[in-house]
T-cell receptor
Framework: AQKVTQAQTEISVVEKEDVTLDCVYETRDTTYYLFWYKQPPSGELVFLIRRNSFDEQNEISGRYSWNFQKSTSSFNFTITASQVVDSAVYFCALGSYNNNDMRFGAGTRLTVKP | GAGVSQSPRYKVAKRGQDVALRCDPI?????LFWYQQALGQGPEFLTYFQNEAQLDKSGLPSDRFFAERPEGSVSTLKIQRTQQEDSAVYLCASNTGQGFGELFFGEGSRLTVL
């Protein structure tokens, strides 16, 4: 069975702090994809990143970075020097190569205070 | 517009009423997905279309839920005899259908059943 766990329900930080959002997944598939989406108050899910199971290279995009570790089945997301505009709910998701059923975690609500 | 469009954005229904939610995907996108997002939860997969074919409807919670995409573009999610537990945001997403690419989400239709 596929499952995504985001243990942190809510995180609150002060602007300019770094923050890491945790994501742990379970799957029996050898080929799979991991995603992070941001959901601002408007409700639309905004794509941030996709990684496939064969690419464990960490990635950095501006203030965002992702740490994919197959050994611990984790795909953590770090925001460096957080800003108020980063306030949103962040979802980690797992997609199987064999079907199109993308499983989402329950989300982490990040609040960045000025 | 260029994005996924959903209507209505908000729908209030009395218990027992039928509702229809519309999704207009990005032009040319082959794959279309419906998700249900309960308050404080991550999106849950409902069903998936490739063109007009409904390839997976395993996530539909009951036979009161029905989705169609007759011409392979616009899709309608219909809920018959609505119940209070159907209250949620219904998200539509689309993608090109090539590989397991990112999903482009609409802003959702928030259904409240009284």
């Amino acid at each position: 069975a596929q499952k995504v766990t985001q243990a942190q329900t809510e995180i609150s930080v002060v602007e300019k702090e770094d923050v890491t959002l945790d994501c742990v997944y379970e799957t029996r598939d050898t080929t799979y994809y991991l995603f992070w989406y941001k959901q601002p108050p408007s409700g639309e899910l905004v794509f941030l990143i996709r990684r496939n199971s064969f690419d464990e290279q960490n990635e950095i995009s501006g203030r965002y970075s992702w740490n994919f570790q197959k050994s611990t089945s984790s795909f953590n997301f770090t925001i460096t020097a957080s800003q108020v505009v980063d306030s949103a709910v962040y979802f980690c998701a797992l997609g199987s190569y064999n079907n199109n059923d993308m499983r989402f975690g329950a989300g982490t609500r990040l609040t960045v205070k000025p | 517009g260029a994005g996924v469009s959903q209507s209505p954005r908000y729908k209030v229904a009395k218990r027992g009423q039928d509702v229809a939610l519309r999704c207009d995907p990005i032009s040319g996108h082959v794959s279309l997905f419906w998700y249900q997002q309960a308050l404080g939860q991550g999106p849950e997969f409902l069903t998936y279309f490739q063109n007009e074919a409904q390839l997976d409807k395993s996530g539909l919670p009951s036979d009161r839920f029905f989705a169609e995409r007759p011409e392979g573009s616009v899709s309608t999610l219909k809920i018959q005899r609505t119940q209070q537990e159907d209250s949620a945001v219904y998200l539509c997403a689309s993608n090109t259908g090539q590989g397991f690419g990112e999903l482009f989400f609409g802003e959702g239709s928030r259904l409240t059943v009284l």
